[in-house]
């Protein structure tokens, strides 16, 4: 018996050494995540603009799935990036405005609310998480959360380019400073592709990247693409006069899409997109590639006067808490989905984005850091929606859009808009009244009571700070 014990062993071992091997697991998926500066809502063609042509960001569109109601945390860069970077609500990053933020206007009922200059190195990022998996962590372009001297190694990054910070430009001047020459910002869109692409060349091929190219296109301020200007200078000559701007508080809204310089910066990240695609898939890289691409605010069509977009038929835009100034494009190209080509109107925030790509890569979630976002990896796949908490937007700033300080508030359907100079109220229903052209608060005190007290109580919860009077104020006779 011991001897045939033994003869049964050697053969079950030859069996299982000479058999052919199954397929190896497939490897972790690599992230390409894009994001774009002010890019609107409306911008894209696959989002419904006639006017800018996005052949290649519409066929990702189409291979991939569309969220038509991605909010942004915030109305402006910085906030928004805190919360992509974090997965937490502006509030608690501390970084409720762009950095450095604006001088402030004389006279102002509120003195400035104090903001955070630079994302706490303590927070574990996107780039962390990703980094701790065993990935390469690549970071491409603007950064915009505060001074970056020693690199981004420590939020993740072990190799990164061009991460500065940018001030904001007014509408329509050309404003020169050390991060954002005139003659660097013609060609950054192309220098920030051309490195994303030899660090894809250049990686370990051993281990999937994590890449974020964060792109300083379509900023202001606006600088036309060489080979596309022309083509859409002649397209704007053929429209018919444009309608007159749209009043909003103190400020005018954009009626159309019609900047010939605008488009082109458009069109130049489209061309863009599909340069990186094409490098993917010379490098056998794109079936096991997810691409995200995203904005980080409504475009730039609300000013004194009005800006080079617009987002309609959604109101106002960027530095806005109306629909305009927070909901940006979402594009999510999940390799092989079978929901491909569809698109999603669930709402999703900035927030998730951090826990869904931890999901999509096959990674555990790290809810004490993403305290605030919610995994929509189920809908990015044609499953059914999370359990979506109430979304919150704290912007207690003066902005150069003429915003002034307020928040706002989505519970379900319903919609409030709090201002705090002067303290007014807002209320819209979504569902019947996308584009907030009705305001309920009259006629519905209760719903508007009941939505700010909510909102109210989640400032509290959550450290939100508050703008303190100005002693300097003195009110208009």
Request: aromatic letters at 10%.
């Amino acid at each position: 018996m011991p001897h045939f014990a033994l003869l049964i062993g050697t053969l079950i071992a030859f069996v299982l050494t000479s058999a052919p091997r199954t397929a190896a697991a497939t490897p972790p998926p690599n992230i390409l995540f894009l994001l774009a500066d002010d890019l609107g809502w409306a911008d894209l063609g696959c989002y419904g603009s006639t006017f800018h042509e996005t052949p290649h960001l519409d066929r990702l569109a189409r291979e991939g799935v569309r969220f038509t109601t991605f909010y942004t945390a915030g109305s402006i860069c910085s906030p928004t990036r805190s919360s992509l970077m974090t997965g937490k609500y502006p509030v608690r990053t501390g970084i409720t405005d762009w950095i450095p933020g604006m001088k402030l206007p004389p006279n102002t009922r509120f003195a400035p609310a104090p903001t955070q200059r630079v994302l706490d190195p303590k927070e574990f990022t996107v780039g962390r998480a990703f980094k701790e998996a065993g990935y390469q962590t690549f970071y491409v372009g603007k950064w915009h959360l505060g001074p970056t001297a020693d690199g981004l190694a420590i939020y993740g990054f072990d190799h990164h380019m061009e991460a500065g910070s940018e001030e904001e430009e007014p509408a329509g001047k050309a404003k020169r400073n050390s991060d954002n020459k005139l003659s660097e910002r013609r060609e950054s869109t192309r220098r920030f592709t051309e490195a994303a692409i030899k660090y894809m060349e250049g990686r370990d091929t051993t281990k999937p990247f994590f890449l974020i190219l964060s792109y300083h296109d379509v900023h202001t301020p606006i600088q036309p693409a060489a080979g596309t200007f022309e083509h859409f200078r002649d397209k704007q000559t053929a429209l018919p006069a444009a309608p007159p701007p749209i009043a909003e508080h103190d400020a005018l809204t954009r009626p159309r899409q019609d900047d010939a310089a605008y488009a082109s910066t458009v069109a130049n990240l489209d061309t863009s997109l599909a340069r990186l695609r094409q490098r993917l898939k010379e490098l056998g890289l794109a079936e096991n590639t997810i691409v995200v691409f995203a904005s980080d605010n409504g475009g730039l069509s609300t000013h004194r006067r009005p800006g080079p977009t617009s987002n309609a038929p959604l109101r106002a835009g960027k530095g806005w808490l109306y629909e305009g100034g927070i909901r940006a494009p979402l594009i999510v190209h999940l390799p092989h989905a079978s929901n491909a080509g569809t698109t999603c109107d669930v709402p999703v925030i900035s927030t998730d984005i951090y826990p869904t790509l931890l999901e999509l890569a096959g990674l555990p979630p790290r809810p004490n850091q993403h305290v605030d976002g919610v995994s929509v990896a189920a809908l990015v796949k044609g499953g059914k929606a999370p359990e979506r908490p109430t979304l919150y937007w704290h912007y207690p700033h003066y902005h150069g859009s003429t915003w002034k300080p307020g928040a706002a508030i989505r519970d379900g359907d319903w919609k409030a808009i709090e201002f705090y100079d002067p303290q007014t109220v807002e209320v819209y229903n979504l569902r019947d009244d996308p584009y907030e052209t009705r305001d309920l608060a009259p006629a519905n005190p209760a719903k508007a009571k009941e939505l700010l007290t909510k909102l109210h109580a989640w400032q509290k919860s959550s450290g939100a700070i508050m703008p303190a009077p100005n002693p300097a104020y003195k009110a208009p006779r």
